[in-house]
């Protein structure tokens, strides 16, 4: 996740926090995941960087709030519409990163009846 957003990843939980990824390219939400170490910021500097700093000998990543984490259940993507059925969001403004445990429930409930 982008620097901004490491007030609220520091804050998951290894084996305890639910966890998709979303591609914004494809925009499509996968999962499910989760933390298998604690959050940590910039442990992998060059993660998906694709740009050199003039600074820096090596691309920083932009993405320095970074968890480790490993495959709980492989399930269906989500495409963005049915994402946003599955937590109730009628709209295309953006949302937050954190969800519920319903909305959570309810993603993998979406997931799962596209098998």
């Known amino acids: ?3 901004n957003m490491w007030a609220t990843i520091k804050n998951i939980k290894p084996r305890r926090t639910a966890l998709f990824l979303y591609d914004f390219s494809n925009q499509r939400l996968m999962g ?6 604690p959050p940590a910021f910039n442990a992998v500097p060059e993660a998906w960087a694709s740009r050199r700093v003039a600074s820096a000998s090596k691309a920083l990543s932009p993405y320095p709030s970074q968890v480790q984490f490993r495959t709980v259940q492989v399930l269906p993507n989500l495409n963005v519409h049915e994402y946003n059925r599955a937590i109730g969001q009628n709209t295309k403004l953006k949302h937050s990163i ?7 429930k309810a993603i993998v409930a979406a997931m799962q009846a596209k098998k």
């Open 98 to 104: 954190v969800l519920s445990h319903s909305q959570v």
């Open 32 to 37: 499910l995941y989760q933390a298998s170490e």
């Open 1 to 3: 996740a982008p620097q």
